[in-house]
Nanobody, 118 residues
Framework: QVQLTESGGGSVQAGGSLTLSCKVSGDDMWNLCMGWFRQAPGEEKKQVHSITRGITESVQGRFTVSRDREKNSLTLEIANVDVNDSGFYTC????????????????WGRGTQVTVSS
């Protein structure tokens, strides 16, 4: 059974950078497609970024998702954060090649709160 444990949440100043980590246990993360989701109060959960199975790093604008194979963990880095990046961040994983939609994700972490102040 795959388990995901997030860390790195908290408060950050707008304009700074944010790094979240997701520790994977129960499987080699190389076998999983993975992603990060954010949910703000009153809003639906939205995918922030994802990474294909077997890929080390994926960059999309301010968002970088990368794998640390030695630690078996996934990292999300957000550059130049603003208040709209605030929310509850959750790590997720699936066994498909690509994680493109919510139904592709099979495993979920408990999440971590991020608050960006202006």
């Amino acid at each position: 059974q795959v388990q995901l444990t997030e860390s790195g949440g908290g408060s950050v100043q707008a304009g700074g950078s944010l790094t979240l980590s997701c520790k994977v246990s129960g499987d080699d993360m190389w076998n999983l497609c993975m992603g990060w989701f954010r949910q703000a109060p009153g809003e639906e959960k939205k995918q922030v970024h994802s990474i294909t199975r077997g890929i080390t790093e994926s960059v999309q604008g301010r968002f970088t998702v990368s794998r640390d194979r030695e630690k078996n963990s996934l990292t999300l880095e957000i550059a130049n954060v603003d208040v709209n990046d605030s929310g509850f961040y959750t790590c997720a994983a699936g066994t498909a090649q690509f994680c493109r939609q919510l139904s592709d994700y099979r495993y979920w972490g408990r999440g971590t709160q991020v608050t960006v102040s202006s």
